[in-house]
Nanobody
Framework: QVQLVESGGGLVQPGGSLRLSCAAS????????MGWYRQAPGKQRELVAR???????YYADAVKGRFTISRDNAKNTVYLQMNSLKPEDTAVYYC??????????WGQGTQVTVSS
């Protein structure tokens, strides 16, 4: 059974930081490279950051230099450290496989709101 539980979101002022966590079931974490996605109101879900299967990481241009993806293999957990947050970062954040299929399961996500 696939399980993805995101947490760590909240309300933060512009320029602030948040650290998101995603606890994944072993059958997805140990098999697939993982990534973080977000969906803002009225917009499609987009990839924010991911691990590359051959090593290294990828970041969307909008978050490059501000966000950092990391993982704890012992805890089957993926993190997203978000610094210098902007109002346009407001979205529901999800973790999942780095390559998504149409019928893939999604967790409930965690809401990030950047506002003064």
């Amino acid at each position: 059974q696939v399980q993805l539980v995101e947490s760590g979101g909240g309300l933060v002022q512009p320029g602030g930081s948040l650290r998101l966590s995603c606890a994944a079931s072993a059958n997805i974490f140990s098999v697939y490279t993982m990534g973080w996605y977000r969906q803002a109101p009225g917009k499609q879900r987009e990839l924010v950051a991911r691990f590359r299967s051959g090593g290294g990481t990828y970041y969307a241009d909008a978050v490059k230099g501000r966000f950092t993806i990391s993982r704890d293999n012992a805890k089957n957990t993926v993190y997203l450290q978000m610094n210098s947050l902007k109002p346009e970062d407001t979205a529901v954040y999800y973790c999942n496989k780095a390559t998504i299929n149409p019928n893939d399961y999604w967790g409930q996500g965690t809401q990030v709101t950047v506002s003064s």
